[in-house]
Every structure is written in structure tokens, then in C-alpha cells.
């Protein structure tokens, strides 16, 4: 069972990111999937929650996640508010999108345990390929560049599955871009 | 061939109805109203189901719209939550009591106050004797599985009572999984049109009789108890006919879990079934007996099988996500006066209401607890755990 935890603010997509990897996980991964938001009202530009489970059984856990394997982070600013490092597991990965240096963002870890973090400059690619600080599917193709949790072929399908149209090629484009990125071990 | 998707259980839920072919459904769409009947708006408005869509300005205008179209023979669904729930009461006893078979989703949330849109089940308990049958569903297959036998259920000519498939708000109605959808053919091979002669009709002029004094009154209510005898076994007959079509059959109107030699059982509802699985198996590989019991129809009870397992185990516990203000858990008092006489201890656990989340860790707490009661280790027999303090 692989949980995962999204940290992002109202209306910048993080529960769309929860889904689409839920989705690609089950539906075009063959696994089993299982998304779910913080539960309750959604203000615009509140920290948020977002929550997802891969597993190869079936998912009967509907208690909440405690623990995570990979932590995404879409907008730095949360860091101030929340602790994006609880309930890492050892050898989990922090995902996020900053212009930070990877020592400052570790400063913020008080844990022994070795973890992973991967720091992209999601924003700048969101506003060249998207033309919009949008960066959710972004930051979903480089948590699965660094995890590989989901191959980047079941995130294509399940954008074309799940997203408007309009928004799919680019947001395709977007996430793969990503995805290579971090898979190939460059930080962007 | 069925299909897969990636939904939530209101999703799900959705998808039951739209196969089950409604002829009305009738919707108040402000809170505490669910993404449900925004779904089904969606299926109507993209083409993928035809049915009138009345939107009403209250829930209890939307049972009473529902009631009105049961009342000319349309399929009728409507959903609702919470508040919205007991605004919806008046009407329920309307439908029930005049035998129309309306299907309802209620998302069980708590009720206010405080004010508090998240999940538990004071809502459905409170109205415990409004004559509808009450079924609990644990995940989004299930939501949706259960609307379709609940319409199959409702519409049966032995039972003609309407049906209330209850999902966990949020923790079931928010949350997506891996769905299987069956296909349209599949479903009208399990679900006939509805034909009844219980409504209007302008070839075949009557009154339904929705006004009766002294000397007929009782009767109803008798023919309303059998017609609740009748649907006990047809709840497990028709999930095993389901079962034989789509490969899912859930059990009837409980399902036990690992329950053959078990000592120590935990009595669930809904979604923290689903939780308490996983706590089951983890203690089984410590060798522990225990087991869980999950009730899916509260209306009618199970209560010939609760009556059949007085001495079966050495104690047992009741997870509540409610309670009966000086009294105890709702459930429990249920179970307790079945299992009355019989050999087991028994304890109420409340937890989770408002939406308070019931993790793995408190679960096998309440097995350990029922181990301390099994060496004979007193207990407090109603317990809130999960507190603050």
C-alpha cells in the first residue's frame, strides 16, 4: 500500500491531482486506487488536503492517512503554515515546487529517518506550458518521475479521461515534462 | 461487457439510479444536498438518461414531489442529508404509510447543532420509525449495487414500501474508488419496469385512501410490519440473484467477516467495516479469534440472526456513530435486546460522530477491550472513545 498526501490551497487543483493518480492507478494501471480531499467547505486560497492510495489488493481503509510514502507539495508558501514533513515514512519522498535550496526545505525535516526530496520550479513550467500558474499535473508527473508509483503512459490516460478537452494535450505536455525531468534525476 | 471507473461513492450511487431508469427525481440542490443528484443532473443533461428532473424549494417538498409522481406509477428517486433529512420527515411517513416504492440516498451527516456538514449516522437513526427500509452501504460499489436492488427491493408487490440506501458522508459520498459499472441490459434484466395498480389513473378512477379512521388504521400498520417480514428474505434473495449477474453479492441483511471460530466480534455499519477488515486480519495473523458482524439492513433488523447467536461468542462489542441522548448508542440497544439472555458480554462503542475520524489503532483498541471483558475484566458498557480527553 503506497499513501500518499497532497498539501495545496483551494482552487489550485491538488484534489484533481489525487484523482487523476487514483485513477491512473486503477482504472489504467490495474491496481487498485482510492483519492479523497480533506473533508469539508473549500475556501478559495486555504491550505487544503489531498489524499491518495495505491494498492495491488483491494482498498477497504477508510480511516484517514497518517503515514506517507510521498508528500506533494504545490505552492512553498504552506510550509510556513503546516508541517509538510509529518507522518513520513523512512525512505519516503517530499515532492515540491519551489525556488528554495534543498537545504533549506530539509531544515524543515526534525525526523531521523532518510527521506527523498525533489525540488522542481513547477510554477515557471506551468506559466511556459501552460500559460498559467497552474501546476497540479505538473507536480503530479514529477512525484511519478521520482517514485514511479504510476507509469507516465497511465497519467496521459487518465488526463484524457478525465480532464476538459482543452486542457489535455497541453496538461499531457506539462506533466511529462515534468515526469522526464525527475526521472532523470535533473532538478528543475 | 461492465466498465470500471474512478468514483465516488454519490458518483456510484448515481450510476445505480441512471441504470435503474427513473421516471422522476426530485431534488432540493442547496446544502446539505450532495454531488448525487448534480451527477444525475449531469446524466440528464448529456443525454445519458431521460427522466423529469423537479427542482423543488425545500426537502420536504422534494419528498412530497417524489410521493406525488410515486403516486402516478413513475420510478421516483430523491436524495438528501442531514438536516435536510429531518426537514424531509413529515413526508416520510406519507410515502411509506400509502406503500410507494421511492428510493432515497441519504449521505448520513451529523445534525446540528453545532452546525457540522461531516459524516455520522444521527441523522438516518432519528428517523427510525418513519416505515421506510434502511440499508447501509460500506464503499461505492456497494452504493451503487444497493440503489438497484433497493428499487427491485421496493417495487417487489409483496413489499411496496420505499427504501433508504445510506451512504457515510464524506468518508463514503466524497471519497473515489475502483468501481465496477454494469451494463444497461444487465440491470433491465434484474429490474422490470415498474407496473403497480397502487396509483392514479385517469382510465381507472380511485382513491388511494390516504385518509382512514379507527376502523381501518391498525390494519395498515399490520400489512406495513408484514411487508417488512417479506423484504428480510427477499433483501438476501434478490443480492443473491444480483450476485449471480454481476459476480458481487454481499450477504444479505448482515454479512459476517471471519466470524467461524471467532471469540471476540465487532457489530459495524457502513464504511468503518471497511477499516475494521484490515484490524481483523492484522489480529488474526497474531492469532487472536475475532471477527466482525456487519449489519447492512437496520429496517427491517436482522433480528432472528442476532436472536440465533446469544451464546455464539464471549463478547461482543457495538460500534455506534450515534447515540439516543440517556440512553446509549442506537444500535446497540438493538442488538442488546436481541442478544438478551444470552451468554456474551457485550459493550457500546461510540465513536466517530461529526465526522471524527475512526483510525486502525482504535479499532483493535476495542478488540483489546473485549479481550480485558472475555478474562472477565470489567468494562464500562458505554464507551465514547476516540476523545479529546
Redesign the interface.
Known amino acids: 500500500m503506497k499513501e500518499i498526501r497532497w498539501h495545496g490551497r483551494g482552487g489550485d487543483g491538488a484534489f484533481t491531482a489525487a484523482?487523476l493518480l487514483?485513477?491512473a492507478a486503477?482504472?489504467f494501471g490495474g491496481k487498485?486506487?482510492?483519492?479523497?480531499?480533506s473533508?469539508?467547505?473549500e475556501r478559495r486560497g486555504a491550505p487544503v488536503l489531498g489524499f491518495t492510495r495505491i494498492s495491488d489488493e483491494v482498498?477497504?481503509?477508510?480511516?484517514?492517512i497518517?503515514t506517507c510514502d510521498c508528500v506533494i507539495v504545490l505552492d512553498d508558501t504552506l510550509c510556513d503554515v503546516t508541517d509538510v514533513f509529518a507522518g513520513m515514512k523512512a525512505g519516503g519522498t517530499l515532492v515540491i515546487n519551489t525556488t528554495k535550496s534543498e537545504e533549506e526545505i530539509r531544515s524543515l525535516y526534525h525526523g531521523n529517518d532518510p527521506v527523498n526530496v525533489v525540488l522542481l520550479d513547477a510554477t515557471s513550467i506551468a506559466l511556459e506550458e501552460l500559460k498559467a500558474p497552474i501546476v497540479n499535473t505538473i507536480m503530479l508527473g514529477a512525484a511519478m518521475g521520482a517514485t514511479e508509483m504510476v507509469q507516465k503512459t497511465q497519467l496521459e490516460e487518465a488526463i484524457d479521461s478525465m480532464m476538459a478537452p482543452a486542457l489535455r494535450e497541453k496538461n499531457k505536455k506539462a506533466m511529462a515534462r515534468a515526469y522526464d525531468l525527475v526521472k532523470g534525476g535533473a532538478q528543475g | 461487457m461492465s466498465k470500471?471507473?474512478?468514483l465516488s461513492a454519490n458518483e456510484a450511487a448515481a450510476h445505480g439510479v441512471r441504470l435503474c431508469r427513473p421516471d422522476v427525481v426530485a431534488a432540493y440542490p442547496i446544502t446539505p444536498q450532495t454531488t448525487l443528484v448534480e451527477k444525475l443532473a449531469d446524466f440528464l443533461a448529456d443525454g445519458e438518461a431521460d427522466f423529469r428532473y423537479m427542482m423543488v424549494e425545500s426537502e420536504h417538498s422534494a419528498m412530497a414531489a417524489a410521493l406525488g409522481a410515486s403516486m402516478m406509477g413513475a420510478r421516483t428517486f430523491t436524495a438528501s442529508s442531514s438536516q435536510g433529512l429531518l426537514y424531509m420527515c413529515e413526508m416520510l411517513s406519507y410515502v411509506s404509510g400509502a406503500r410507494h416504492p421511492v428510493v432515497m440516498v441519504d449521505a448520513n451527516r451529523a445534525t446540528a447543532t453545532p452546525w457540522n456538514?461531516?459524516?455520522d449516522q444521527r441523522d438516518v437513526f432519528a428517523m427510525r420509525d418513519s416505515g421506510w427500509i434502511m440499508l447501509f452501504a460500506?464503499?461505492g460499489q456497494e452504493a451503487l449495487d444497493m440503489v438497484i436492488q433497493a428499487y427491485k427491493l421496493a417495487e417487489d408487490p409483496e413489499v411496496m414500501t420505499p427504501v433508504m440506501v445510506n451512504l457515510?458522508g464524506?468518508?463514503?459520498t466524497?471519497?473515489?474508488?475502483?468501481v465496477e459499472i454494469p451494463e444497461q441490459e444487465e440491470v433491465d434484466a434484474f429490474l422490470p419496469p415498474f407496473k403497480t395498480s397502487n396509483k392514479l389513473d385517469l382510465e381507472d378512477p380511485k382513491t388511494l385512501c390516504q385518509t382512514v379512521g379507527p376502523d381501518f388504521h391498525m390494519e395498515g400498520r399490520y400489512l406495513q410490519q408484514q411487508a417488512f417480514e417479506k423484504a428480510k428474505e427477499k433483501i438476501a434473495a434478490y443480492d443473491r440473484e444480483y450476485g449471480e449477474m454481476t459476480g458481487r453479492s454481499y450477504g444479505g441483511m448482515i454479512e459476517e467477516y471471519r466470524c467461524e471460530d471467532a471469540e471476540l466480534v465487532l457489530v459495524t455499519t457502513g464504511?468503518?467495516?471497511?477499516?475494521t477488515?484490515?484490524v481483523v486480519d492484522c489480529l488474526r495473523e497474531e492469532g487472536k479469534k475475532v471477527g466482525m458482524i456487519r449489519v447492512r439492513s437496520y429496517r427491517p433488523f436482522p433480528k432472528e440472526y442476532f436472536d440465533s447467536i446469544k451464546d455464539r461468542f464471549a463478547a461482543m462489542g457495538v460500534i455506534d456513530r450515534s447515540l439516543s441522548f440517556g440512553l446509549e448508542g442506537t444500535l446497540y440497544s438493538e442488538v442488546k435486546a436481541e442478544l438478551y439472555g444470552g451468554s456474551a458480554k457485550l459493550v457500546n462503542f461510540i465513536v466517530g460522530l461529526g465526522?471524527r475520524?475512526?483510525?486502525?489503532d482504535l479499532i483493535a483498541m476495542m478488540y483489546d477491550k473485549l479481550d480485558r471483558m472475555q478474562k472477565n475484566e470489567a468494562e464500562e458498557e458505554v464507551q465514547f472513545l476516540g476523545m479529546r480527553w
Open positions: 484523482k487514483g485513477l486503477s482504472v487498485y486506487g482510492q483519492a479523497f480531499p473533508f469539508g467547505p482498498i477497504t481503509d477508510h480511516s484517514q497518517y | 470500471k471507473a474512478f456538514i461531516y459524516g460500506e464503499n457515510d464524506f468518508t463514503l466524497h471519497t473515489y474508488d475502483l464504511s468503518v467495516s471497511g477499516t477488515r484490515i465526522g475520524d475512526i483510525p486502525k
